[in-house]
């Protein structure tokens, strides 16, 4: 059985660009919550996607986007890219009240 | 709002020692509390958790107590072993699919 995988694993970009990240969550899972994690930190929740609708946000602006599509894979866009979004970016999946499950995540570089 | 506090690393212990992470959390309720670890180069794995007061998480030889009366989750090992050496993160949610709020992270190397 699968558990999570993202890609790619690592991108590199430079400022103003776009960029979209992958993520399918584990067999069984119908919700993916998206965090993003700086260097030296803990992660930061983003968004988190729900029978294609986005059900909880954190403190992230509108240049971070997201899809799920029916098939509860899910993507995480980043417009107008700043030197700060360089992080981590981790994928978890879950269903119904159980626990979180992380992917291995994907490193942007922005330059 | 809620938040997570945990003692700063980096922690450098020897083989067999007895190892101790702080962590202390501000919410409302009663959140389910959670360590998770992330070995270098890799995504966070859930070590343990625990959903109501005075339930005890455990894995691997690691334990955590969740104490209500002081928001408290210190995780403990009794004796670590070289591939502990890792980032440790002590986290709440409200539920176990709600949001997943972490702390900072410590630092752990264990040395032969």
């Known amino acids: 059985d699968a558990g999570v995988t993202q890609s790619p694993t690592h991108l590199i970009k430079t400022r103003g660009q776009q960029v979209t990240l992958r993520c399918s969550p584990k067999?069984?899972?119908?919700?993916v919550s998206w965090y993003q994690q700086a260097l030296g930190q803990g992660p930061q929740f983003i968004f988190q996607?729900?029978?294609?609708?986005?059900?909880q946000r954190g403190n992230f602006p509108d240049r971070f986007s997201g899809h799920q599509f029916p098939n509860y894979s899910s993507e995480l866009n980043v417009n107008a890219l700043l030197l700060g979004d360089s992080a981590l970016y981790l994928c978890?999946?879950?269903?119904?009240?159980?626990?979180?499950?992380f992917g291995p995540g994907t490193r942007l570089t922005v330059l | 709002g809620n938040s997570v506090t945990q003692m700063e690393g980096p922690v450098t212990l020897s083989e067999e020692a007895f190892l101790t992470i702080n962590c202390t959390y501000t919410?409302?309720?009663?959140?389910?509390l959670f360590w998770y670890v992330q070995y270098p180069g890799e995504g966070l794995q859930l070590l343990l958790k625990?959903?109501?007061?005075?339930d005890k998480g455990s894995n691997k030889g690691f334990e955590a107590t969740y104490r209500k009366e002081t928001t408290s989750f210190h995780l403990e090992k009794g004796s670590v072993q070289v591939s502990d050496s890792a980032v440790y993160f002590c986290?709440?949610?409200?539920?176990?699919?709600?949001?997943?709020?972490f702390g900072p992270g410590t630092s752990l190397s264990v040395i032969p």
């Open positions: 978890a999946s879950s269903r119904d009240a159980n626990e979180q499950f």
């Open positions: 067999s069984g899972h119908d919700t």
């Open positions: 996607y729900y029978e294609e609708e986005e059900r």
């Open positions: 919410a409302t309720g009663y959140p389910s």
């Open positions: 625990a959903t109501k007061a005075d």
């Open positions: 986290a709440l949610s409200k539920t176990s699919y709600d949001k997943v709020i």
